[in-house]
């Protein structure tokens, strides 16, 4: 393992972050250096104690610069518009984080909360592999538009479509065609959603994801989930794991790069 660096470069280091930290990243040029500083930005935070909702606001953190990153970079005409539903009755994968940040929003909430724990009680029944082809409306879907949009996970802000018919059509009639993602965003898509992870793992917190309901019913059910979790509670044990965190993937192969390249710096 690569020893930790020098405290007087770790210091210029910051210095140096201060102009790239929450701006759009570049997808030409010195990318690294800009996953690399954003992704020492939100280790820190997270490794901050004296900030009680540091998991929360490391999640609005992430989310902004995803919204600044697509917003600099999406080329294509989209068709995604408010009151569009349909792709809101899948499986939905978010980071412990996400889950908190939406936990505060919803917090209070009866009939959204109501929502939640009745969603969560079909979900949780179901294997992964079923709910993703049973079309579950989010508990945060209200009059079809999502009702906690500000703050709803990443998933949900990098899921786009320049075709509303082919929406229809794989999320109404199970049709087997490609989603039309625009291409605009494949290069940027999995930087963005492995800063977060890799500050989790830096901070030496879960970093797995799970589904919203059931994950959102467990933080709901006490006001102080987010400080236990912080602590090391394992609030989250009786949630199964998203699938796709239960194997190697390219994602976590690159989360395993960055934590290498962001460790010494930390
Ligand atoms: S991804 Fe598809 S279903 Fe979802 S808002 Fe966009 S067009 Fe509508
Ligand atoms: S959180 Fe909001 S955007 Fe995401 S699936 Fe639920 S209603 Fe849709």
Redo the contacts with the bound molecule.
Sequence with gaps: MMERLDASIRRQLLLDDRDIVGKPFPLEGNTARFVQANTRHLTLLLLDTDIKNRASRAAAFAANLMDASIAHHLKETIACARGC?Y????Y?STSLPEVFR?ARAVRGNAPTTERVNTAAARTKAMPQLQREVTRVI????DNN?????DV??M??RV?MSTSLESCVRIFTQSANEPFAAPKSLDALRSYLMIILRTALVLAGLPHKHYE?AHALEIALADPDSEERWLAGEPIFEPVAVDRLDLTDSPISNLVNVLVGAVRPTI
């Design positions: 539903p792709c809101c009755t899948t939905v939406m989010c508990p945060i879907l538009a999502c009702s906690q949009y709803r996970p998933v949900c899921v919203l």
